[in-house]
């Protein structure tokens, strides 16, 4: 069962930018972790990054650290991934998934097996 609906993907040359967003229309998950993450073709899901429900704590994936930025705005029950510098090794499927905000605590949040909701993902594609 869907939660999350992700958008702003689509197509973009090398070094250019795109945000995407995940809102969780009718059903408040103010009050949990939002993580990104991808897949590209033929590959495994790869972690890109999570926030603490209250914003206080972020963490990327090496691959994106730098270049991504997470934020969300709980009094729109939305969570945005701002992507800049993109490159065509961002191609993939970006998928937003909600976790309870203890997946900090416990260390665990680049692990997908620890977040519950998941969006149906948006398509990101960086041309060279």
């Known amino acids: 069962q869907v939660h999350l609906v992700e958008s702003g993907g689509g197509l973009v040359q090398a070094g250019g930018s795109l945000r995407l967003s995940c809102a969780a229309p009718g059903r408040s998950l103010s009050t949990f972790a939002r993580g990104w993450f991808r897949q590209a073709p033929g590959k495994e899901r790869e972690f890109v990054g999570t926030i603490s429900w209250k914003g206080g704590r972020t963490y990327y994936g090496s691959s994106v650290k730098g270049r991504f930025t997470i934020y969300r705005d709980n009094a729109k029950n939305t969570v945005y991934l701002q992507m800049n510098n993109l490159e065509p090794e961002d191609t993939a499927v970006y998928y937003c998934?909600?976790?309870?905000?203890?997946?900090?605590?416990?260390?665990?949040?680049?692990?997908?097996?620890?977040?519950?909701?998941w969006g149906q993902g948006t398509q990101v594609t960086v041309s060279s």
């Open positions: 998934a909600a976790a309870p905000d203890e997946v900090f605590t416990a260390g665990l949040w680049a692990n997908g097996n620890e977040y519950d909701d």
